[in-house]
């Protein structure tokens, strides 16, 4: 997803020289290092301030550039989040937050790192919009999306690298503010986003080895919440399964158990998130999400799959 | 990149002055709590950007526009920015008659999108890392636009300050001019007193990559003639000497008018009081 980013912001910014990126101090792994050096001016590195990496954008943005900031998940929200409330969200600019390793991604590195209440943080703000795609092409169509938009202020929350394929044979196009069917079934909906759709995917074949047939959606727009696509899901499906890598408390879980209150929805509804805890573990990324109870087999069990 | 130095009459400036200063305390009637004194410290100030430095733009004239930018960064200090705005007509009577008012668009902030309003401040510490980045932008585009910001002393207490003036070093911010308005007080102690580290400021700026000076900043001519001999190599500093509440005696230095608005005796008795103010 970092790759797909970096390549896809390089594309656009170089048609448009309004797009720069100010950057915390990334490593140059995850800096966008051809854009950096094709397009110096453009690319401003403030160290590791990142209440000026937002503040910076905020007066960029009002002088008619449209900046990108661009760091680890936590530090572009956490850190400044009163800059990113009062700069960017109360002036309602068009900057574009990219957050790096949303959930527990960075799993060797502590809690520290671990970006778990951003879907909430970010979607508490007024003016803000959330996306989290789930995989390289979608990262490719929101970025594009964010380096077009003009509607206001952007929290894009991607994973790091390596994510699979996910939705090259998808049925729908990624479309801002809709949920995306990664395939279309009847009995059971599995709603997630971000890089854990590969445990949503994984459930969905689970399900698909016991005779179900099975719809997988991207709730690839956390906000504005695509609350009638939702409300669709849940009336059209007997079972619906939601899978996020973010705290119960202010993200897809919750809301998609409101909006089924709301409209009396009539499935069976399970959720499953991160832990509202901080653990201390480490490993791989599957062994986060497994620490979590967020793991495929972990799910599969709770769903009576095993 | 700034007015021909020669244009700024400090005697009108001091005329000006004087009747923002009145105006303030009419205003003040309306509501219980207002920032007069934080309004009276920075006036001089705030007077000198929009009438000596900021350029007016040649294909604007009704209501004024200007072709440099101006950033409120002590959002507390508004009510001197609203007297000015109306004075030029970029702010009608009506919107300072509603202040704080439901009818009314202007409150004890300022909020972007009100006209003449370039960013909405009032949380410290915001003002300069945004015009480091206006600064920046204008740099990009290879304009000879100039940006000015007035921060309270306070601000210098918050860390995000320091940031945004470390870069704006960095980025050799030649077009960013902030005026600090070094009152010395805080919401609770004197600065001296209750954060004696505070100083000394100047060497703390120059330590930073900037260029600075410091002058009373309630004369007009001092800090004019300042800023407009900066050396334009650097960003400038330049921190205004001022008295909080200066121009009424019973407020100068004393901080409970930070908060509050004078009672009908009072503005009287401050109106009766107010002259015009060479230093």
């Given at each position: 997803?970092?790759?797909?980013?970096?390549?896809?912001?390089?594309?656009?910014?170089?048609?448009?020289?309004?797009?720069?990126?100010?950057?915390?101090?990334?490593?140059?792994?995850?800096?966008?290092?051809?854009?950096?050096?094709?397009?110096?001016?453009?690319?401003?590195?403030?160290?590791?301030?990142?209440q000026i990496?937002i503040g910076m954008c905020a007066g960029m943005a009002l002088r008619?550039?449209?900046?990108?900031?661009?760091?680890?998940?936590?530090?572009?929200?956490?850190?400044?989040?009163?800059f990113?409330?009062?700069d960017?969200?109360?002036h309602?600019?068009?900057?574009?937050?990219?957050?790096?390793?949303?959930?527990?991604?960075?799993?060797?590195?502590?809690?520290?790192?671990?970006?778990?209440?951003?879907?909430?943080?970010?979607?508490?703000?007024?003016?803000?919009?959330?996306?989290?795609?789930?995989?390289?092409?979608?990262?490719?169509?929101?970025?594009?999306?964010?380096?077009?938009?003009?509607?206001?202020?952007?929290?894009?929350?991607?994973?790091?690298?390596?994510?699979?394929?996910?939705?090259?044979?998808?049925?729908?196009?990624?479309?801002?503010?809709?949920?995306?069917?990664?395939?279309?079934?009847?009995?059971?909906?599995?709603?997630?986003?971000?890089?854990?759709?590969?445990?949503?995917?994984?459930?969905?074949?689970?399900?698909?080895?016991?005779?179900?047939?099975?719809?997988?959606?991207?709730?690839?727009?956390?906000?504005?919440?695509?609350?009638?696509?939702?409300?669709?899901?849940?009336?059209?499906?007997?079972?619906?399964?939601?899978?996020?890598?973010?705290?119960?408390?202010?993200?897809?879980?919750?809301?998609?158990?409101?909006?089924?209150?709301?409209?009396?929805?009539?499935?069976?509804?399970?959720?499953?998130?991160?832990?509202?805890?901080?653990?201390?573990?480490?490993?791989?990324?599957?062994?986060?999400?497994?620490?979590?109870?967020?793991?495929?087999?972990?799910?599969?069990?709770?769903?009576?799959?095993? | 990149?700034?007015?021909?130095?020669?244009?700024?009459?400090?005697?009108?400036?001091?005329?000006?002055?004087?009747?923002?200063?009145?105006?303030?305390?009419?205003?003040?009637?309306?509501?219980?709590?207002?920032?007069?004194?934080?309004?009276?410290?920075?006036?001089?100030?705030?007077?000198?950007i929009?009438?000596?430095l900021m350029?007016?733009?040649?294909?604007?004239?009704?209501?004024?526009?200007?072709?440099d930018g101006f950033v409120m960064s002590k959002g507390?200090?508004?009510?001197?920015?609203?007297?000015?705005?109306?004075?030029?007509?970029?702010?009608?009577?009506?919107?300072?008659?509603?202040?704080?008012?439901?009818?009314?668009?202007?409150?004890?902030?300022p909020?972007y999108?009100?006209?003449?309003i370039e960013a909405s401040t009032?949380?410290?510490g915001h003002g300069m890392g945004i015009v480091t980045g206006m600064a920046y932008a204008e740099k990009?585009?290879?304009?000879?636009r100039c940006t000015y910001a007035v921060l309270?002393?306070?601000e210098?207490?918050?860390?995000s300050t320091?940031e945004a003036m470390?870069m704006a070093a960095?980025l050799?911010l030649k077009n960013l001019v902030t005026f600090v308005?070094?009152?010395?007080?805080?919401?609770?102690?004197?600065?001296?007193?209750?954060?004696?580290?505070?100083?000394?400021?100047?060497?703390?700026?120059?330590?930073?990559?900037w260029?600075?000076?410091?002058?009373?900043?309630?004369?007009?001519?001092?800090?004019?003639?300042?800023?407009?001999?900066?050396?334009?190599?650097?960003p400038f500093m330049l921190?205004?000497?001022?008295?909080?509440?200066?121009?009424?005696?019973?407020?100068?230095?004393?901080?409970?008018?930070?908060?509050?608005?004078?009672?009908?005796?009072?503005?009287?008795?401050?109106?009766?009081?107010?002259?015009?103010?060479?230093?």
């Amino acid at each position: 997803m970092r790759n797909t980013f970096a390549d896809t912001f390089y594309e656009a910014g170089k048609k448009d020289n309004r797009l720069a990126v100010v950057v915390a101090d990334i490593s140059p792994a995850g800096s966008i290092q051809k854009f950096r050096e094709d397009f110096p001016d453009r690319f401003v590195n403030t160290g590791v301030a990142e209440q000026i990496m937002i503040g910076m954008c905020a007066g960029m943005a009002l002088r008619g550039l449209k900046p990108f900031a661009y760091t680890i998940a936590t530090f572009t929200l956490f850190r400044p989040y009163e800059f990113v409330r009062d700069d960017l969200c109360y002036h309602n600019l068009p900057v574009t937050i990219v957050g790096i390793g949303g959930g527990v991604t960075y799993s060797t590195l502590g809690a520290t790192h671990h970006a778990m209440e951003d879907v909430a943080l970010a979607g508490a703000i007024p003016n803000m919009s959330v996306i989290a795609p789930c995989d390289p092409a979608e990262t490719r169509a929101a970025t594009l999306w964010c380096t077009q938009q003009t509607r206001g202020p952007v929290y894009l929350r991607l994973g790091k690298a390596g994510e699979p394929d996910f939705t090259s044979k998808a049925p729908e196009p990624w479309e801002f503010g809709k949920v995306r069917h990664l395939k279309k079934g009847k009995d059971v909906c599995i709603l997630s986003y971000g890089p854990i759709m590969k445990v949503a995917a994984g459930l969905a074949e689970r399900y698909e080895k016991t005779g179900k047939s099975v719809s997988l959606v991207s709730v690839h727009t956390l906000k504005p919440l695509d609350r009638d696509g939702i409300a669709a899901a849940l009336a059209s499906h007997k079972q619906v399964v939601v899978i996020e890598e973010m705290v119960p408390r202010g993200g897809l879980a919750g809301l998609v158990k409101e909006i089924a209150w709301d409209r009396h929805a009539a499935c069976k509804l399970d959720t499953f998130t991160l832990k509202d805890d901080f653990i201390h573990n480490y490993g791989s990324h599957n062994d986060l999400l497994a620490a979590h109870g967020l793991d495929l087999n972990t799910i599969s069990a709770a769903l009576g799959l095993a | 990149m700034s007015r021909d130095k020669s244009k700024f009459d400090v005697a009108a400036a001091r005329r000006r002055c004087l009747s923002y200063r009145r105006r303030i305390l009419d205003i003040s009637q309306q509501v219980t709590a207002l920032h007069v004194a934080p309004a009276f410290s920075c006036l001089e100030m705030v007077d000198l950007i929009y009438h000596g430095l900021m350029r007016p733009d040649p294909k604007q004239s009704n209501p004024r526009q200007f072709l440099d930018g101006f950033v409120m960064s002590k959002g507390h200090g508004c009510l001197a920015q609203y007297v000015i705005l109306e004075d030029l007509g970029i702010l009608s009577k009506t919107d300072l008659d509603r202040y704080c008012t439901p009818a009314g668009r202007l409150g004890a902030h300022p909020d972007y999108g009100v006209p003449g309003i370039e960013a909405s401040t009032g949380s410290l510490g915001h003002g300069m890392g945004i015009v480091t980045g206006m600064a920046y932008a204008e740099k990009l585009k290879g304009t000879d636009r100039c940006t000015y910001a007035v921060l309270s002393d306070g601000e210098l207490q918050e860390g995000s300050t320091w940031e945004a003036m470390m870069m704006a070093a960095n980025l050799d911010l030649k077009n960013l001019v902030t005026f600090v308005d070094l009152n010395n007080f805080g919401g609770l102690t004197r600065m001296s007193e209750g954060h004696p580290a505070f100083y000394p400021l100047l060497d703390k700026a120059r330590s930073f990559g900037w260029e600075a000076a410091e002058v009373n900043g309630h004369d007009a001519t001092a800090v004019h003639d300042a800023v407009m001999g900066r050396s334009g190599k650097q960003p400038f500093m330049l921190v205004g000497k001022t008295v909080k509440g200066k121009g009424v005696s019973f407020m100068e230095h004393v901080n409970i008018w930070h908060y509050r608005s004078p009672n009908k005796d009072e503005y009287q008795q401050a109106l009766a009081g107010l002259t015009e103010i060479s230093s």
